[in-house]
């Protein structure tokens, strides 16, 4: 029940007022008044409550009980079956002669305004990789080139910079421990993506990570000859994303957005060379101070850390239960953390509190 504030009386006060009359004998002039309402709104209260009972003194709707204006049943049957033919509403409202509007407002009221709603939206498949370095996410962003602040910080659209030109952030990002690097190169080529790449796998090389898969979009530097080239000489298998499907490579899309959001946009910056230079140090505090909901607010510099730490003592410790899976897809979990062997590693190594720090060679400080 939503009370509007200037509401004078709600169903229990209202059913006080009742039972005042109808049971301890008093006047409908003095219920009226210790209410604090009219006479004539107390017999309302009180024909109801004598029709109705104690459930006729809830609120009810506003809207009128009879129209007869109102649109037929099978009228509005008609305009959904047209409607999920995938005919527009104008289309709609000329095929069964009736206003624009009239229809408009039908198609809202049944949930089928936009042409969205007609097909169901696909199941959300979350899938997590084991192992650091098992799958690593690349994808792009174009950025607009900065020659002084413009009007996405001033507001004022004279300070609008036309022909400045674009430079492209590339990024990578491990699957398993969000470890995340990136660059602001001049194109998104294939020379450029080529590389990358090379520079992504040598950065995750010095923390220990061994790439094994790389997925990409379809976008036309990964679908080259000498992208190809390139993963098939480190030794990688690749993976490309379903066409017009970008949530397939969800982890770079999302981190895109992140590093939008607290870096390239985050302050006004006088050139590009001054943004440029604020990515390192952003992406620094992104890997080993920022907390990842996804890690269990932990930053990926500690994740790294406890999956090499677990892949250090693994099979010291016999383990009553299967390995651990982080796939979110439907593949059996780990289970209670109150287990022996990896299990009850695990459980351990998730209280670390201490603040992590990338270092050169796999190992944290």
């Not at 029709?51 to 305009?79: F, M």
């Not at 677990?310 to 979990?333: F, K, M, N, Q």
């Not at 990896?342 to 351990?348: E, F, H, K, M, N």
């Amino acid at each position: 029940m939503n009370v509007h504030k200037n509401a004078r009386l709600t169903p229990q006060g209202r059913l006080l007022l009742v039972r005042r009359i109808d049971e301890e004998g008093w006047r409908i002039a003095d219920a009226a008044n210790a209410a604090g309402i009219s006479e004539r709104q107390s017999y309302r209260w009180l024909a109801r409550y004598r029709s109705g009972g104690g459930a006729a003194l809830a609120d009810r709707s506003s809207a009128p009980q009879h129209c007869k204006h109102r649109i037929g049943a099978e009228r509005v049957g008609d305009i959904e079956r047209l409607r999920r033919q995938r005919m527009s509403g104008p289309a709609v409202a000329r095929q069964l002669g009736m206003p624009v509007s009239t229809v408009g407002a039908i198609l809202r009221r049944l949930g089928l305004g936009k042409l969205a709603a007609l097909e169901p939206k696909p199941p959300v498949v979350r899938y997590q990789r084991e192992r650091p370095g098992e799958l690593i996410h690349i994808d792009v962003k174009k950025l607009g080139r900065i020659e002084a602040v413009g009007h996405r910080i001033t507001g004022d659209p004279r300070d609008r910079r036309r022909g400045a030109g674009w430079e492209y952030v590339h990024v990578c990002i491990d699957d398993a421990s969000r470890l995340a690097y990136s660059e602001v190169l001049p194109d998104e080529r294939k020379d450029s993506a080529v590389g990358f790449l090379e520079r992504a796998l040598g950065w995750f090389a010095g923390y220990g990570v061994t790439v094994e898969r790389v997925m990409t979009d379809n976008g036309s530097a990964y679908r080259s000859e000498a992208f190809r080239a390139a993963v098939a000489t480190a030794g990688l298998k690749h993976k490309r994303t379903r066409p017009y499907t970008p949530r397939t490579n969800g982890k770079a899309e999302r981190f895109i957005q992140t590093s939008l959001r607290e870096w390239a946009y985050a302050r006004p910056y006088a050139s590009s060379q001054e943004r440029s230079t604020a990515l390192m140090p952003w992406l620094d505090h992104y890997n080993t101070e920022r907390p990842h909901t996804a890690l269990d607010h932990n930053p990926p510099a500690a994740q790294l850390r406890q999956s090499q730490l677990l892949g250090s003592t693994e099979g010291t410790v016999a383990s009553s239960r299967p390995a651990a899976h982080h796939d979110r897809s439907g593949e059996p979990g780990q289970g209670s953390p109150k287990a022996t062997g990896d299990s009850r590693r695990a459980a351990s190594l998730r209280r670390l509190t201490a603040p992590v720090t990338l270092a050169q060679g796999g190992t944290h400080a």
